[in-house]
């Protein structure tokens, strides 16, 4: 199935100062988190940050940081985003709300990117995780995290693949202004 903007929403999950540095490409990711949350904005799908532990993490990345929702990043004990009081009720929100597709980029690919998209799952979401746009610390983690999402039938897309399904046309106005952050 497509990922359709306007029954979808981003999460982006604990790209944060300390952690991202450590990850097999964090340039990637963090690239890739920035595309999607400004593609994102432009076309208006609702995005979620999430930062873990933030006094022990630091925040998001500063690179992200203009792309934050008014609401900010939201801190978090839990490593599945799912489980967290203060996020959760978010996400049922906008499940109920009809945004049931859920794209997911961020870290770790084995630990919270993927505890959130199994979560998210358990909780009648239609989870897609953005792989070029999440990482873990070494790549045998990773190879893991994507093995078991696939077997879980969560949806594991590329950044272009999302972007792409989310404007659904060319030519547009959204369009002329995303392809411009692609090339």
Do not use: W
């Given at each position: 199935?497509?990922?359709r ?6 999460l982006?999950v604990d790209?944060?100062?300390r952690l ?6 964090p340039?990637r990711?963090i ?6 949350m400004?593609?994102?904005?432009q076309?208006?799908?609702?995005i979620?940050?999430s930062?873990q532990?933030?006094a022990?993490i630091g925040?998001?990345?500063f690179?992200?940081?203009?792309w ?7 801190a ?6 799912t489980?967290?009081?203060v ?10 709300a ?17 505890q959130?998209?199994l979560?998210l799952?358990?909780?009648d979401?239609e989870p ?6 999440s990482a ?7 190879e893991l995290?994507w093995?078991r999402l696939?077997?879980a ?7 272009e693949?999302?972007?792409?399904e989310w404007l659904r ?5 959204d ?6 952050l692609?090339?």
């Open positions: 199935m497509l990922i903007a306007e029954t979808s929403f981003l982006i790209v944060q100062e991202a540095p450590v990850m097999t490409d340039r990711v690239r890739g988190c920035a595309l999607l400004r593609a994102a904005a076309l208006g799908i609702p979620v940050v930062e532990y933030p022990g925040p998001t990345m690179d992200l940081r203009e934050l929702p008014a609401d900010g990043a939201h978090k004990l839990h490593f599945a985003c489980d967290d009081p996020i959760a009720p978010r996400l049922l929100a906008l499940r109920d009809g945004r049931r597709q859920a794209v997911v980029a961020g870290l770790e690919a084995h630990v919270c990117v993927l959130t998209a979560g799952m358990d909780n979401f897609f995780v953005v792989a070029d746009a873990s610390r070494r790549p045998d983690s990773e995290a093995a696939r077997h039938g969560v949806g594991l897309v590329s950044l693949m999302a972007l792409f046309v060319a030519g547009t106005a369009f002329k202004a995303l392809i411009a692609i090339k």
